[in-house]
């Protein structure tokens, strides 16, 4: 069975700054990988995802997140917050390219000004 | 156009009380799921429908679970003799197809339960 680990469930980050969040996955075979991110009173939106294709994952918003095999994370970033990327964000992972995602606890991020 | 919505986007119960939480998925995806978010947690699967096919129905904590849906319209999530444990975000979201890989789930707002 795969699981899904995501490093701090709070993060706090200056506008302008690095926006750092961590996943790591646990599976006996390649996975696919997913970052969705939730706004308040909105439903999940899917950011990125990694489907073998190549390894850094470029999504909306001005995120990426790099599939390290060795490593066994998919951690995602963005050069530079901005206040309108304050949200849950959630790391989820499928293995078998079907329906059933295995979410993260999920890290809400808050940017100050 | 509209997105998944679900209703109603609160309820309080009582314990032991049935509830009945309603998913309208977007036009023409003919797949459609149901999620538990417990605070602190990730989503849980809980149900899957495809079309006509048998619903997937192994992410069910309990008989005290059951889910229906007309063809590939609105789907109902009903809870019967709740729990405090059943207190939790329910999520919908519906997709075109089932691969991951081509086809993105939508999600609704959720619905927040709480079993007093």
């Known amino acids: 069975a795969q699981s899904v680990t995501q490093l701090g469930s709070h993060v706090s980050v200056s506008e302008g700054a690095l926006v750092l969040l961590r996943c790591n996955y646990s599976?006996?075979?390649?996975?696919?990988l997913f970052w969705y991110v939730q706004y308040p009173n909105q439903g999940l939106q899917l950011l990125l995802k990694?489907?073998?294709?190549?390894?850094l994952v470029k999504g909306i918003n001005g995120f990426e997140a790099e599939f390290k095999k060795s490593e066994t994370s998919f951690h995602l970033t963005k050069p530079s917050a901005h206040m309108s990327d304050a949200a849950e964000y959630f790391c989820?992972?499928?293995?078998?390219?079907?329906?059933?995602?295995?979410f993260g606890a999920g890290t809400t991020v808050t940017v100050r000004a | 156009g509209a997105g998944v919505s679900q209703s109603p986007s609160n309820k309080v119960t009582e314990k032991g009380k049935d509830v009945e939480l309603r998913c309208d998925p977007i036009?023409?995806?003919?797949?459609l799921y149901w999620y538990r978010q417990r605070l602190g947690q990730g989503l849980e699967f809980l149900i899957y429908f495809q079309g006509n096919s048998a619903p997937d129905k192994s992410g069910l904590p309990s008989d005290r679970f059951s889910a229906e849906r007309t063809g590939e319209s609105v789907s109902t999530l009903t809870i019967q003799r709740t729990q405090q444990e059943d207190s939790a975000v329910y999520l919908c979201?519906?997709?075109?197809?089932?691969?991951?890989?081509?086809?993105?789930?939508?999600f609704g707002p959720g619905t927040r339960l709480t079993v007093t």
């Open positions: 989820a992972v499928s293995v078998s390219n079907d329906y059933k995602l295995s």
């Open positions: 979201a519906s997709s075109l197809e089932t691969s991951l890989y081509s086809y993105e789930q939508y």
């Open positions: 990694y489907t073998s294709a190549a390894t």
């Open positions: 599976s006996s075979v390649p996975p696919y």
């Open positions: 036009s023409g995806h003919t797949a």
